[in-house]
């Protein structure tokens, strides 16, 4: 198991020096010139455009620049922003809150939606499957952004519950409404995923078995079944987490949350390479992460799965 | 220059903010049922004129906090509240007052004599002295120091001296030998403004390249302030983090993500304080949560209303007698190609025609809800030396005189096109007035969609866009010169049509001598009237802000620069 870790953290090498080369390159490539908005509708100064250029690697070529990136990153330095903040710094902090995020998110996923998918997948058929598979069917095709609005402005602005938008140092009880609002997608393919694979799984031949060796039946489901039928569902939520990392543009922006997601945006439209760069380098390492994770868990939900 | 990069910020939004608005349209009343105390902090003062701490809504600052490097409405309506100018502008009509300075004198329009008050502090207990300008705008101008509003202080005598050389290199996309300012290599000739000289420690003298009329109005605008000694020890990187100005209030912490406080400063005894003690600025990515919180008395000001609360005048029923508009000095236009770019666009009276066939007064009903005033003009009205009307009968819409028109000047062979940034709000009035063209002139009209502004830009300051294009414009300082000298001087940086008109700038250097300010103004008048002949852009129209507030505060104010007057503001007793 340690050799297999090991193996897999080395690869992770190759992989980060790789992407983040496709992402320097990709975000530099954009069009546009990141002086030309900077001043209205003049042109900047020329002393300016040329401090600017200098101070941020602007006039070497592209492959050059990468070299002096990587040499910083090594040194644990992300660069500073146009802004001149200092990128860690900053992605630091709104990693912070935006893990939080996800947490709630994640857990609200992964214990409303696994509840719901085994309440429908041993009734299949009945009202509860019905009812399950309706309600998920409705918040799938409501975007999050009609669902986060209408939250906020029922149980922020009319019913006074949760605050409108988060303080500026969010504890987890303020980032409840929104991460409800993130997870809520999620949750209706978490449990649609569950109840399929353990509707499916109760067919099978080893479940035949244990119901004639004498098991009850929660012991049936809940250890024999859903355990081989818990292996789709946690790639699809170890997946999901990187995207709760970087994909709640819409939701933060709605709750005004200080998160990577509006970070990499606002970075784009302000062609920060920089910024941009270290944010997503950040993200490519958590979804290295999840992965393992993920891979690992495969082993403890089934055996037969070995790593070794 | 402020105020589109904040365009930009909060552009790309827009569509989204538009469709939640319809989804979440049931709030007729909705500010009712919420309790009016949550951010509350009751105010200590018996009366509630005075005292207490609000919040403004706000949003990320570009920049360092220096003065010459603020160019943005994010990091400048922070700033605005730290610092304290020569003059203040009036916040009901502009009009510049005496601030630091005891008299401002000439008698040529080009030798200034700068008296200061006596006794004025910086926050940090020094004094306000000549050599605080002086030294400030030599920092401000330096070629080394590259800051982005150097070019205020061009005007000055030997501002020219203080530029790098330049130096012959290669672009590295095109391969072209270009020149670029080198400061290493060639020094700037001179590290000081010749034209400024302090004479004691309350006086000092400018001298300007040529004479200007409207040295005073430029004088209120924040690169002017003076910086305190403190700035100079390390050129100016702490005070970038945290500013020292001598205006009525003073920062006390700045966090890029969460926002400014600024809290009253002790040591100011000006004329311009302010009531109450502590000033919020919370940031925002998006303006519609900003307006969620105004709704539900979480923040107090929110200077600019999103599209979707004008929509359907929303705002008034959500925020019952909170709300307030003015117009600001702001300007739309539509600006035909350089002939560089583009020549097909030269005859006069094709754009006089293209102009006459535009609906202003339907589009701004229909599509802008009512939040812009059709312009008749160049000229912003809220500046000195406005004069109505200057466009006449080509800034109104008449289809059959603009066919009339259209046809005398030969047509027009092709497809007009309209460019846009599709990151900002113009779609949908820029497919208006292409409509509007088409219907009237029977000529066919694209509105061209480009992906975001700084491409936009990029092309349009390279001289590679064709066709017309939209500019947009918001004063630097309210004069009625602003709106003309910087975009249609010839050669003038703002100049985008490259637009060149012999007696138009004839008229504005006579302007500039002029004696009076009477005397000026007819003068830039007469130089915009040279606008309505040649016709180098199409006036659309002018800004307007709407502002809201919540239940705690009172006395709001919008200047004419489209702010919130945070020194009249009042938290409610």
């Known amino acids: 198991m340690t050799k297999y870790i090991v193996r897999r953290l080395l690869q992770m090498i190759p992989v980060i020096i790789g992407s983040t080369f496709l992402i320097f390159a990709m975000v530099f490539a954009l069009p546009g010139n990141p002086l030309a908005g900077k001043c209205g509708e003049r042109p900047c100064p020329p002393a300016f455009v040329e401090k600017f250029r200098?101070?941020?690697?602007?006039?070497?070529?592209?492959?050059?620049?990468?070299?002096?990136?990587?040499?910083?990153?090594?040194?644990?330095?992300?660069?500073?922003?146009?802004?001149?903040?200092?990128?860690?710094?900053?992605?630091?902090?709104?990693?912070?809150?935006?893990?939080?995020?996800?947490?709630?998110?994640?857990?609200?996923?992964?214990?409303?939606?696994?509840?719901?998918?085994?309440?429908?997948g041993i009734r299949k058929g009945k009202f509860i499957d019905n009812l399950v598979l309706v309600s998920t069917l409705v918040v799938i095709s409501i975007p999050t952004f009609v669902i986060g609005s209408l939250a906020q402005t029922i149980f922020g602005v009319k019913l006074g519950w949760f605050p409108v938008t988060t303080p500026s140092k969010p504890g987890w009880y303020d980032l409840l409404l929104p991460g409800l609002v993130l997870g809520s997608l999620s949750l209706a393919y978490a449990a649609r995923l569950t109840r399929t694979n353990l509707a499916e799984?109760?067919?099978?031949?080893?479940?035949?078995?244990?119901?004639?060796?004498?098991l009850s039946r929660p012991r049936v489901i809940g250890v024999h079944t859903l355990r081989n039928s818990l292996i789709p569902v946690v790639t699809f939520l170890g997946a999901d987490f990187g995207g709760l990392l970087g994909g709640a543009i819409i939701t933060e922006r709605i709750f005004n949350i200080r998160g990577v997601g509006g970070y990499i945006f606002q970075s784009i439209n302000s062609r920060d390479g920089t910024a941009v760069v270290g944010a997503v380098t950040m993200l490519v390492i958590v979804y290295l992460f999840m992965n393992l994770l993920v891979d690992i868990l495969y082993g403890v939900l089934d055996p037969r799965i070995s790593h070794d | 220059m402020r105020g589109t990069t904040r365009t930009v910020a909060i552009a790309g939004v827009s569509a989204l903010a538009l469709l939640t608005a319809a989804c979440s349209g049931d709030s007729g009343n909705g500010t009712s049922s919420t309790s009016g105390n949550a951010s509350a902090s009751s105010s200590d003062s018996a009366t509630g004129a005075a005292g207490g701490e609000i919040s403004i809504s706000g949003c990320?600052?570009?920049?360092?906090?220096?003065?010459?490097?603020?160019?943005?409405?994010?990091?400048?309506?922070?700033?605005?509240?730290?610092?304290?100018?020569?003059?203040?502008?009036n916040s009901d009509d502009a009009k510049p007052e005496?601030?630091?300075?005891?008299?401002?004198?000439?008698?040529?329009?080009?030798?200034?004599?700068?008296?200061?008050?006596?006794?004025?502090?910086?926050?940090?207990?020094?004094?306000?002295?000549a050599a605080n300008f002086v030294k400030a705008w030599n920092w401000n101008r330096a070629g080394a120091n590259g800051t982005l509003n150097s070019y205020f202080f061009d005007v000055i005598d030997g501002a020219a001296d203080m530029d790098c050389g330049l130096v012959k290199v290669k672009d590295k996309d095109t391969g072209e030998d270009v020149e670029q300012p080198d400061c290493e290599k060639k020094p700037a000739a001179s590290e000081e403004l010749s034209g400024l000289k302090v004479v004691d420690d309350y006086?000092?003298?400018?001298?300007?390249?040529?004479?200007v009329s409207n040295l005073l109005v430029r004088l209120g605008y924040s690169a002017f302030a003076p910086l305190p000694d403190s700035f100079f020890a390390d050129n100016g990187k702490a005070y970038?983090?945290?500013?020292?100005?001598?205006?009525?209030?003073?920062?006390?912490?700045?966090?890029?993500?969460?926002?400014?406080?600024?809290?009253?400063?002790?040591?100011?005894?000006?004329?311009?304080?302010?009531?109450?003690d502590k000033i919020t600025f919370k940031i925002y990515q998006d303006t519609e949560a900003a307006y969620k919180d105004v709704m539900a008395n979480q923040t107090d000001l929110l200077a600019a209303l999103p599209a979707s609360a004008l929509q359907g005048e929303k705002y008034k029923s959500d925020l019952p007698d909170r709300t307030a508009e003015k117009a600001t000095g702001t300007i739309a236009t539509i600006t035909f190609p350089s002939?560089?770019?583009?020549k097909t666009y030269a005859n006069p009276d094709l754009r006089k025609a293209i102009s006459m066939a535009i609906d202003r007064d339907t589009i701004i009903k229909t599509i802008l809800a009512n939040t812009r005033q059709a312009a008749t003009g160049w000229v912003?009205?809220?500046?000195?030396?406005?004069?109505?009307?200057?466009?006449?009968?080509?800034?109104?819409?008449?289809?059959?005189?603009?066919?009339?028109?259209?046809?005398?000047?030969?047509?027009?062979?092709g497809t007009i096109s309209l460019g846009y940034n599709a990151d900002g709000d113009h779609k949908s009035w820029t497919e208006a007035a292409c409509n509007s063209i088409k219907d009237a002139l029977g000529v066919e009209c694209k509105a061209q969609p480009y992906p975001d502004f700084s491409t936009f830009r990029t092309l349009i300051t390279d001289r590679k866009m064709k066709g017309m294009f939209r500019t947009g414009w918001q004063m630097d300082y309210p004069s009625i010169e602003n709106f003309l000298a910087p975009i249609y001087g010839t050669g003038a940086g703002s100049n985008d049509g490259d637009y060149s008109s012999e007696k138009f700038d004839t008229l504005i250097k006579e302007a500039a001598a002029a004696a009076d300010p009477a005397m000026a103004n007819q003068k830039y008048q007469e130089a915009e009237a040279q606008l309505a002949i040649d016709f180098p852009s199409i006036p659309m129209w002018y800004g307007k802000a709407i502002a809201g507030w919540s239940e705690n505060v009172e006395n709001v104010k919008i200047t004419p620069f489209g702010t919130i007057d945070l020194a009249a503001v009042t938290k409610k007793a």
């Open chain 1, 201 to 214: 799984n109760l067919r099978a031949d080893y479940v035949r078995t244990a119901v004639a060796k004498g």
């Open chain 2, 203 to 211: 006086t000092f003298t400018i001298k300007t390249t040529e004479k």
């Open chain 2, 380 to 413: 912003s009205p809220v500046v000195d030396g406005y004069k109505a009307d200057q466009c006449g009968e080509y800034c109104k819409y008449d289809p059959a005189k603009a066919k009339e028109l259209f046809t005398k000047a030969g047509g027009y062979n």
């Open chain 2, 240 to 276: 970038g983090a945290k500013p020292v100005g001598a205006g009525p209030y003073m920062m006390e912490s700045y966090d890029p993500a969460t926002g400014a406080v600024l809290v009253k400063n002790p040591d100011y005894t000006g004329d311009f304080a302010g009531k109450v």
């Open chain 2, 60 to 89: 990320t600052p570009q920049n360092p906090f220096i003065p010459a490097m603020t160019n943005e409405t994010c990091g400048g309506d922070m700033l605005d509240e730290v610092l304290a100018r020569l003059v203040h502008y």
């Open chain 2, 339 to 342: 002939p560089k770019a583009d």
């Open chain 2, 98 to 129: 005496l601030d630091l300075a005891e008299s401002i004198e000439t008698t040529d329009n080009q030798n200034f004599t700068v008296k200061l008050k006596q006794g004025r502090k910086f926050s940090d207990g020094t004094e306000v002295k």
């Open chain 1, 54 to 120: 200098a101070d941020h690697n602007l006039d070497d070529p592209l492959p050059i620049r990468y070299v002096k990136y990587l040499g910083d990153l090594a040194h644990g330095n992300f660069g500073t922003t146009f802004q001149g903040l200092n990128v860690l710094d900053e992605l630091q902090k709104r990693y912070l809150i935006t893990v939080k995020l996800a947490v709630i998110a994640l857990l609200f996923e992964a214990i409303i939606g696994v509840l719901a998918g085994v309440l429908a």
